[in-house]
């Protein structure tokens, strides 16, 4: 019998062709997800410990406002006891402030 001009075993097929596409695009993007540690600092990285006992232990601190990681590189942000906020930015394998990168509003 002929439902909207296409066959009922047609139909079928159709149908299971559509799942079959469906189930392996499914497979298929499982198979290329992304890393969930890729965007984590290494293995071996600097502890955050180690981070905020430098923050810490600068002349006039009052309080960390946060701390991030991204691109190799963590961002602590603190307030100063007159509040001033200071962005430091260390090296995440090593532990060294870094400077500032260029770019943005005041950067070259």
């Known amino acids: 019998m002929w439902e909207f001009g296409v066959p009922r075993l047609n139909r079928s097929v159709f149908a299971l062709a559509i799942s079959a596409l ?5 497979v298929a993007a499982s198979q290329e997800a992304p890393d969930p ?21 600068r002349a ?17 942000v603190y307030y100063m ?10 090296d995440a394998k090593t532990g060294e402030v ?5 770019g943005g509003l005041f950067g070259g």
């Open 37 to 57: 540690l890729a965007d984590l600092p290494p293995q071996g990285s600097v502890k955050l410990s180690q981070l905020v006992a430098e923050a810490e232990g």
């Open 22 to 26: 469906i189930l392996s695009g499914a």
């Open 60 to 76: 006039g601190f009052y309080a960390i406002k946060s701390i991030s990681y991204s691109r190799g590189e963590y961002e602590v």
């Open 81 to 90: 006891q007159d509040g001033a906020e200071v962005r430091l930015n260390f």
């Open 98 to 102: 870094r400077p500032p990168k260029s």
